[in-house]
C-alpha cells in the first residue's frame, strides 16, 4: 500500500495543484486499474511518463483500491500542493545519472510545465537558443492562448554579443508571437560592463508564481542529454521576485525589444 501512496505523492510533487485536481476528477469516474489507460490523457503532455507507470504498477499490485480512494488521494496532494505553493516549496531538478539521492527529471520537462502552467505570462532567459522544438511548440501554445511570452537572449557576434550564431533571430522565427529582447549595449556600457559581458543567466518564470532556474541552455544537447541542474520554486516571494526583477529590466531599457 505504501508504493501506492509513494506514486501519487511523487507525481503531486511534480504537478500545478489544478492538474492534481483534473486527475482526481478523471480517475473517479474509471471502475478500477484495468481502466487506468483511459485517464492517461489526464496527467498532461508533459507527465513524467516513468512516474504514471509506478503510479498504474502500484495500483494494480492492490487492485482492491477503488478509483474514489485514488481520487481522494490525489484531491488530498493538490490541497498540499496549494499549501506548499503559499510557501515556496523548492524542488532540486537534476537532469543526467542517477544516484537515489535526488530524483531525476528532465530539464525539458520542468520548463514545458513551467511554460503550460502560465495563465497570462512567461519569461524564459537563455544564452542560447537550438533546436528545443518541444519548448517552441510549448511557447507556440501559450501564445496561442493568450499568454504574454517574452523571451530574452543572447546577441550574435554580429550585433554585439558573444554568439557565433544567431539565436535571436532563430527564436523569433520558431516563436512569432513572442516578444524578443536583447541586452542592450549602451546600457551594457553605462554600467561599467566590458564588450564581453553576456546573458549568460537561465531561467523560466509564469506569473510570478513559478520559476526554474537552471544551468541549461534552451538547446537540445542541455534538454535531453546533459547533466544539467537546477531548482523549481512554486509561490513565495522567490517567485515574485524575479518576476519583478526582470519586468524591471525591461522597464528600465536594460534590456530592449528586438526589431
Not at 45 to 68: C, K, Q, T
Not at 109 to 120: F, G
Not at 170 to 187: E, F, H, L, N, Q
Not at 237 to 256: E, N, P
Amino acid at each position: 500500500m505504501h508504493d501506492l501512496w509513494k506514486a501519487i505523492g511523487e507525481l503531486a510533487t511534480a504537478m500545478h495543484a489544478d492538474r492534481i485536481a483534473s486527475i482526481a476528477d478523471t480517475i473517479v469516474h474509471v471502475k478500477g486499474v484495468e481502466e487506468f489507460d483511459r485517464v492517461r490523457i489526464a496527467f498532461g503532455p508533459n507527465a513524467d511518463h516513468e512516474r504514471v507507470g509506478r503510479l498504474r504498477a502500484s495500483w494494480a499490485a492492490i487492485p482492491v483500491v477503488s478509483a474514489a480512494e485514488i481520487a481522494a488521494a490525489f484531491r488530498g496532494a493538490a490541497e498540499v500542493a496549494k499549501l506548499m505553493d503559499d510557501r515556496g516549496a523548492i524542488e532540486l531538478v537534476w537532469t543526467g545519472p542517477r544516484t537515489g539521492l535526488i530524483p531525476t527529471r528532465r530539464t525539458e520537462q520542468v520548463i514545458l510545465e513551467v511554460i503550460d502552467s502560465a495563465k497570462d505570462e512567461v519569461f524564459l532567459v537563455t544564452y542560447v537558443f537550438y533546436r528545443a522544438a518541444a519548448v517552441t511548440d510549448s511557447l507556440n501554445a501559450a501564445v496561442g492562448r493568450g499568454v504574454k511570452a517574452r523571451i530574452l537572449l543572447e546577441s550574435s557576434i554580429d550585433h554585439g554579443g558573444a554568439l557565433r550564431g544567431d539565436s535571436v533571430e532563430a527564436m523569433a522565427k520558431a516563436v512569432p508571437g513572442a516578444t524578443i529582447y536583447v541586452w542592450d549595449p549602451s546600457a551594457k556600457e553605462a554600467q561599467g560592463a566590458v564588450v564581453s559581458a553576456s546573458v549568460h543567466a537561465k531561467c523560466a518564470v509564469a506569473d510570478g508564481q513559478l520559476a526554474f532556474i537552471t544551468s541549461a541552455n534552451l538547446t537540445s544537447a542541455a534538454l535531453e542529454r546533459n547533466m544539467e541542474l537546477g531548482v523549481l520554486i512554486r509561490g513565495g516571494l522567490a517567485t515574485q521576485r524575479l518576476h519583478s526583477h526582470l519586468d524591471a529590466l525591461v522597464t528600465t531599457k536594460v534590456i530592449k525589444r528586438w526589431r
